[in-house]
């Protein structure tokens, strides 16, 4: 798990572009121990990338209880993603979609970047 985890780090933004990669099998406390990295070597959008292709890879073959309680632990984890370093573009389409972050925070986000921009 540990060289896994290491590859991840150093490698996030072009295991995203693999259609073949899934992170599905991935244990929850796993996947918050890389979105927690620190020195995780990519943007904020693509630790948005990671959760989001964790929670919803091979849909199909978990019960809808499995994908529910996924889906809740990944709106808990998306506290570790700075949603203000996320283009508004990406914002306002990927993230709004993926039903992890609220209207609230997607709000915050932009009032953020908006001050930034002053």
């Given at each position: 798990?540990?060289?896994?985890?290491?590859?991840?780090?150093?490698?996030?933004?072009?295991?995203?572009?693999?259609?073949?990669?899934?992170?599905?099998?991935?244990?929850?406390?796993?996947?918050?121990?890389?979105?927690?990295?620190?020195?995780?070597?990519?943007?904020?959008?693509?630790?948005?990338?990671?959760?989001?292709?964790?929670?919803?890879?091979?849909?199909?073959?978990?019960?809808?209880?499995?994908?529910?309680?996924?889906?809740?632990?990944?709106?808990?984890?998306?506290?570790?993603?700075?949603?203000?370093?996320?283009?508004?573009?990406?914002?306002s389409s990927?993230?709004?979609?993926?039903?992890?972050?609220?209207?609230?925070?997607?709000?915050?986000?932009?009032?953020?970047?908006?001050?930034?921009?002053?």
């Open positions: 798990t540990d060289h896994a985890i290491e590859k991840i780090r150093k490698n996030l933004k072009s295991i995203l572009k693999n259609p073949k990669t899934n992170f599905s099998n991935m244990d929850d406390d796993v996947m918050e121990e890389i979105l927690e990295m620190d020195d995780l070597e990519c943007k904020e959008i693509h630790r948005f990338a990671l959760l989001d292709k964790w929670v919803y890879s091979n849909n199909e073959y978990r019960d809808r209880e499995s994908q529910e309680a996924r889906l809740k632990k990944a709106k808990l984890m998306t506290k570790h993603i700075h949603l203000d370093r996320i283009p508004p573009s990406f914002l990927d993230v709004r979609s993926s039903g992890l972050i609220t209207t609230e925070e997607l709000c915050t986000a932009y009032e953020l970047q908006a001050l930034v921009a002053e």
